[in-house]
């Protein structure tokens, strides 16, 4: 475990991250929720926020998750079947699947501001603002 938190520290820290981990920090803040259970939660919706700009390279991760047959479809499929897996997975291992009953929506707006005042918003693949971010936590809920 310690080398894969290595591993993957020194991957954030070259490449960036994006609005999913933005948007878990204030939630794991907020109401006290693990940051990774937050990130998990968020993901498949960070996942279909940023398709449209970055869907092409979720090819990848799909096939390193296994999804069958994946070189056959084209890239809208690969990313819709990418992001099935993701939510698959987070199911097989009791991540919620949305943030009912956590989040509250007169602190939507607060989380949406500090999502977007975040360190990790600009490495984000799509450009975003706070009326999107808003969107995409009472998407959640």
Do not use: W
Not at 47 to 69: C, F, H, Q, S, T
Request: aromatic residues 8%.
């Amino acid at each position: 475990m310690a080398l894969g938190q290595y591993i993957a520290g020194m991957g954030f820290s070259n490449v960036g991250l994006g609005i999913v981990h933005s948007m878990a920090h204030g939630l794991s803040a907020l109401y006290d929720t693990p940051h990774g259970v937050a990130c998990a939660i968020i993901l498949p919706y960070g996942l279909e926020y940023n398709a449209p700009v970055a869907g092409k390279r979720y090819r990848a991760i799909g096939k390193a998750m296994g999804v069958d047959g994946i070189d056959y479809m084209n890239d809208d499929e690969a990313a819709k079947a990418t992001i099935n897996a993701v939510k698959k997975l987070s199911a097989d291992v009791g991540i919620p699947a949305d943030l009912k009953g956590i989040l509250k929506e007169e602190d939507v707006q607060f989380l949406s501001e500090s999502a977007f005042a975040d360190a990790c918003c600009p490495g984000n693949p799509r450009d975003t603002n706070v009326e999107e971010i808003k969107a995409l936590y009472r998407s959640m809920m």
